[in-house]
T-cell receptor, first 114, second 114 residues
Framework: KNQVEQSPQSLIILEGKNCTLQCNYTVSPFSNLRWYKQDTGRGPVSLTI?????NTKSNGRYTATLDADTKQSSLHITASQLSDSASYICVVSGRVGGYNKLIFGAGTRLAVHP | DSGVTQTPKHLITATGQRVTLRCSPRSGDLSVYWYQQSLDQGLQFLIQ???????AKGNILERFSAQQFPDLHSELNLSSLELGDSALYFC?????????????FGPGTRLTVT
């Protein structure tokens, strides 16, 4: 079964600290992996997209890594800011039923406290 | 601003009623996706259209239907509404069906069924 699992479910950190969010997937065949940031009540915004040949990709203070062999990805946030408080969603694109299909993780809810 | 527009922003209606949510994709995007997000839940993929044709189906109820028109805007019709249908409904668009193409989300329509 194609699945995307994220951990932790929620996380609280202090402003200025770093954190790492995890994503494990069983989607096969795999096309690409995306990380989205979703502020409460708003639409998700893309942070990174990585294909199987990419190991790491950065977007400002956000760095995503991908290990296609172990089917694991992580999102590292450096020097967190209060505005980083949001849900972070891992999405894997795989070939399902002849089409590329996006499979969403449940998300990690991050709270950054002053 | 992602360039994807959704109307209305908020909708309050009674059980048993029927509503239509509207989405206009970004200029040039041919693919439209609909998602449902209940309170504190992850995004649930409902249905995808590409250039007017249904491309993929997710967890969409039989009471729900959608279509994409020749001008590429899309409508999601929800009928015989139940309390459990209260949720945020997001539309997203991409240039082509999800592969390595970026997916842009609209601001969402918040549906409240009373």
């Amino acid at each position: 079964k194609n699945q995307v699992e994220q951990s932790p479910q929620s996380l609280i950190i202090l402003e200025g600290k770093n954190c790492t969010l995890q994503c494990n997937y069983t989607v096969s065949p795999f096309s690409n992996l995306r990380w989205y940031k979703q502020d409460t009540g708003r639409g998700p915004v893309s942070l990174t997209i990585m294909t199987f040949s990419e190991n790491t990709k950065s977007n400002g203070r956000y760095t995503a890594t991908l290990d296609a062999d172990t089917k694991q990805s992580s999102l590292h946030i450096t020097a967190s800011q209060l505005s980083d408080s949001a849900s972070y969603i891992c999405v894997v694109s795989g070939r399902v039923g002849g089409y590329n299909k996006l499979i969403f993780g449940a998300g990690t809810r991050l709270a950054v406290h002053p | 601003d992602s360039g994807v527009t959704q109307t209305p922003k908020h909708l309050i209606t009674a059980t048993g009623q029927r509503v239509t949510l509207r989405c206009s994709p970004r200029s040039g995007d041919l693919s439209v996706y609909w998602y449902q997000q209940s309170l504190d839940q992850g995004l649930q993929f409902l249905i995808q259209y590409y250039n007017g044709e249904e491309r993929a189906k997710g967890n969409i109820l039989e009471r729900f239907s959608a279509q994409q028109f020749p001008d590429l805007h899309s409508e999601l019709n929800l009928s015989s509404l139940e309390l459990g249908d209260s949720a945020l409904y997001f539309c997203a668009s991409s240039v082509a069906p999800a592969g390595t193409y970026e997916q842009y989300f609209g601001p969402g329509t918040r549906l409240t069924v009373t």
